[in-house]
């Protein structure tokens, strides 16, 4: 197959970002679209390329001071009637326009047409990153070549609809259960509702007032939720037990033990289990190049409510943030779409943040 990715389209954020759109890569049928990236970038005579698995890599080596991480992944969800794009007036359509192929745009056509920024820079094209973590390209890398992730500051181009998103929020979900015993529901009395047990954890839930804390600048807001709840056995039987899923979405300045126990706390007297756990991102705005990159933008910065890759790097000790062109509340939504002068400007941005000298 001819690739898409020609020079002509590569020096257009807004052709590469149709031409990104129109390769279909929903999560693990990410090979067509990294093999057309892999041999764009693989001609280029001022990147050195790698890949392992459906993430291509590429890295400027000028002896820069610093290195700079751009970073976007390739994958997006299943189509819903949004394939291939469609452009009406300065609106782009299609699936992964906002989340996150504009932002993948960036990256490719910097990588392609900036032989000589003022960092060092390594840019990623990663797969799976919305599926589950174990599939995610970031997550893979990690664990083959970590000496790919080294940098002094990232940023991932995630959908922020033009502003600078920073750190990011951590998230746990738990299973908080509650006990009862078996009865004939005509003979209810000879048994312990669970179900009904479960009305003191959703009193707490329905009470509980999110913390809200500012870290350098930027505002975070917590939030304590129940998302499912299991219960019951049989039409005619008294349900012995009651699952309450809740998710926990806090703060960055809260590590992941602090975010148990501050859940434990809140369920006290009832059993609780941790299934999933993702700390957060702190916004890392004294980085040099973060206030470069703050300044080329022109605005002042917002904490991400929500949980992103940017964690990734700040476990390895890697400030990041988070900025796109696309709209965060269009992703995955059937009528997805990117404003064409949100791209222009935002690869403006870009280029004025890593050509300055």
């Not at 820079?121 to 890398?141: D, H, K, P, R």
């Not at 083959?144 to 600078?164: I, K, N, S």
């Amino acid at each position: 197959m001819e690739n898409p990715l020609t020079p002509e389209v590569l020096a257009d954020p807004v052709a590469l970002t149709r031409a990104l759109v129109d390769i279909e890569s929903v999560s693990l049928n990410e090979q067509a679209i990294a093999d057309h990236v892999e041999q764009a970038l693989r001609g280029v005579p001022h990147l050195t390329t790698f890949r392992h698995g459906n993430t291509v890599m590429a890295r400027t080596d000028l002896g820069r001071a610093q290195r700079v991480v751009l970073a976007g992944h390739l994958d997006t969800v299943p189509h819903n009637d949004n394939f291939p794009s469609t452009l009406r007036g300065d609106l782009l359509y299609g699936c992964g326009t906002s989340d996150m192929k504009s932002g993948v745009a960036y990256a490719l056509h910097l990588a392609v047409t900036l032989p000589e920024p003022r960092y060092d820079v390594t840019y990623f094209f990663y797969e799976a990153e919305e599926i589950e973590s174990t599939y995610n390209g970031l997550f893979l890398v990690s664990e083959a070549h970590p000496e790919w992730l080294r940098a002094d500051f990232a940023v991932l181009l995630e959908p922020t609809y033009g502003v600078v998103e920073a750190g990011c929020q951590g998230t746990m979900r738990a299973i908080v259960t509650t006990h009862g015993e078996r009865a004939h529901s005509a003979r209810s009395w000879r048994g312990v509702n669970a179900i009904h047990g479960a009305g003191e954890v959703l009193r707490r839930l329905q009470a509980y007032e999110g913390r809200r804390v500012t870290i350098d600048g930027c505002a975070y807001r917590e939030g304590l939720n129940a998302v499912r709840i299991v219960g019951g056995v049989s039409g005619n039987v008294i349900p012995d037990r009651c699952e309450i899923e809740v998710n926990f979405r806090f703060a960055p300045d809260r590590d992941a033990a602090e975010a148990e126990a501050h859940v434990r706390e809140v369920f006290a007297g009832f059993d609780l289990a941790v299934t999933d756990m993702a700390p957060g991102a702190l916004p890392g705005l004294d980085n040099p190049a973060a206030r470069e990159f703050l300044t080329a933008v022109g605005a002042e910065p917002v904490g991400k409510l929500g949980w992103t890759d940017v964690a990734r790097f700040a476990a390895m000790g890697v400030p990041a943030l988070n900025f796109g062109p696309g709209d965060p509340n269009l992703a995955h939504h059937r009528d997805e779409h990117v404003e064409i002068g949100k791209i222009r400007d935002g690869a403006a941005t870009l280029h004025r943040w890593l050509a300055a000298v």
